[in-house]
């Protein structure tokens, strides 16, 4: 359920009815701050947002007020579970600032969350040029070494994009945050930390902890104890992956309506997740929801014309 916008309740926030007072990007900008810190990322992201198009009716030029901003509407995504938006908010923030810490924390979090492991661990990695003691790039390059050597082997580094190389002036630039929550990029002579961005930072390095030690016991063939720390993962971070690993447990446990909605979850962050919609398409043909299990798979077929397995399963849908 979509948080309250701000202005509701009776609240004087700025912006909040047509008698509101002529804020500014600043104004607007510390207001979406308050609405992060109290979890409320759809109204923060709204007001950062309206920041963002003060500051371009003005036609200011102003690179990094614009470029903490999307960095700051990128946090709002990556909470939402919106990966994709985020990493688009990244891109134009590195854009506008190239190598700030923020962003590409940021982006290599979303990448992550969609399984884009090798562009994940470049931008963990340029985080470490940036300044070496960021603990969350260091536990991301850890995570992504591992899931790469899973997935392409030992030669999982020949597949990797080229990794930039950051000039000696933007390593000395920017202050260590952390990936929680908004805040600028402060340079190193005034470092801030936001409210509650501790925390966030543990929730999610705990959820992604709890994320593989539920893909272990996948291997291990437990799924049902798989089920239990994915669960425990969802509490602390809504992920779609996470939705994705727990609905293939429910499909190997016969729980095919809870694999439907875990597979439903996922494709709310992420319409279109391959691995949602397939698994889905599984659960509904088990049910005997033939149609529902068909427009998956013909979804899926739009973003992957070639998937051997979606192909496969849409003749068997054909037969039934």
Same mark, same amino acid.
């Given at each position: &359920?979509?948080?309250?916008?701000?202005?509701? %309740?009776?609240?004087?926030? $700025?912006?909040?009815?047509?008698?509101?007072?002529?804020?500014?990007?600043?104004?607007?900008?510390?207001? #979406?701050?308050?609405?992060?810190?109290?979890?409320?990322? #759809? $109204?923060?992201?709204?007001?950062?947002?309206?920041?963002? &198009?003060? @500051?371009?009716?003005? #036609?200011?030029?102003?690179?990094?007020?614009?470029?903490? *901003? *999307?960095?700051?509407?990128?946090?709002?995504?990556? =909470?939402?579970?919106?990966?994709?938006?985020?990493?688009?908010?990244?891109?134009?923030?590195? /854009?506008?600032?190239?190598?700030?810490?923020?962003?590409?924390?940021?982006?290599?979090?979303?990448?992550?969350?969609? %399984?884009?492991?090798?562009?994940?661990?470049?931008?963990? !990695?340029?985080?470490?040029?940036? /300044?070496?003691?960021?603990?969350?790039?260091?536990?991301?390059?850890?995570?992504?070494?591992?899931?790469?050597?899973? =997935?392409?082997?030992?030669?999982?580094?020949?597949?990797? $994009?080229?990794?930039?190389?950051?000039?000696?002036?933007?390593?000395?630039?920017?202050?260590?945050?952390?990936?929680?929550?908004?805040?600028?990029?402060?340079?190193?002579?005034?470092?801030?930390?936001?409210? #509650?961005?501790?925390?966030?930072?543990?929730?999610? %390095?705990?959820?992604? +902890?709890?994320?593989?030690?539920?893909?272990?016991?996948?291997? =291990?063939?437990?799924? !049902?104890?798989?089920?239990?720390?994915?669960?425990?993962?969802?509490? @602390?971070?809504?992920?779609?992956? +996470?939705?994705?690993?727990?609905?293939?447990?429910?499909?190997?446990?016969?729980?095919?309506? &809870?694999?439907?909605?875990?597979?439903?979850?996922?494709?709310?962050? /992420?319409?279109?997740?391959?691995?949602?919609?397939?698994?889905?398409?599984?659960?509904? =043909? &088990?049910?005997?929801?033939?149609?529902?299990?068909?427009?998956?798979? !013909?979804?899926?077929?739009? +973003?992957?014309?070639?998937?051997?397995?979606?192909?496969?399963?849409?003749?068997?849908?054909?037969?039934?």
């Amino acid at each position: &359920e979509r948080p309250a916008r701000p202005g509701r %309740e009776g609240r004087s926030r $700025p912006g909040a009815g047509s008698s509101a007072m002529a804020v500014s990007p600043s104004d607007l900008r510390r207001a #979406g701050n308050e609405e992060f810190r109290r979890g409320q990322y #759809g $109204p923060a992201a709204d007001l950062y947002t309206r920041a963002l &198009e003060l @500051l371009e009716a003005a #036609g200011e030029a102003a690179a990094e007020e614009r470029s903490v *901003l *999307l960095a700051n509407r990128a946090a709002c995504h990556l =909470k939402d579970g919106a990966c994709s938006l985020c990493v688009a908010d990244c891109n134009s923030a590195l /854009d506008l600032v190239p190598f700030g810490i923020k962003p590409l924390l940021r982006r290599a979090a979303a990448y992550e969350a969609l %399984e884009r492991y090798p562009q994940a661990y470049v931008d963990y !990695k340029t985080v470490l040029q940036v /300044d070496c003691s960021v603990q969350a790039a260091h536990d991301g390059v850890n995570r992504m070494t591992k899931a790469l050597l899973e =997935k392409d082997g030992v030669n999982w580094r020949q597949k990797l $994009p080229p990794i930039p190389t950051v000039p000696i002036s933007a390593q000395t630039r920017w202050s260590a945050p952390s990936a929680g929550a908004p805040g600028a990029n402060t340079p190193a002579t005034a470092p801030q930390r936001e409210p #509650g961005e501790n925390k966030a930072a543990a929730n999610a %390095e705990r959820a992604q +902890t709890l994320k593989e030690e539920g893909n272990e016991l996948v291997k =291990k063939g437990n799924h !049902k104890k798989a089920v239990e720390k994915y669960s425990e993962s969802l509490k @602390l971070n809504q992920e779609c992956a +996470t939705y994705t690993n727990r609905a293939l447990c429910y499909l190997t446990l016969k729980q095919y309506k &809870e694999a439907v909605e875990d597979c439903t979850e996922a494709l709310r962050l /992420d319409p279109k997740n391959v691995k949602a919609l397939y698994r889905r398409a599984q659960a509904l =043909k &088990e049910l005997k929801d033939y149609k529902a299990s068909i427009a998956d798979i !013909k979804s899926l077929l739009k +973003t992957e014309p070639k998937n051997t397995a979606a192909l496969r399963l849409l003749q068997e849908l054909n037969r039934a």
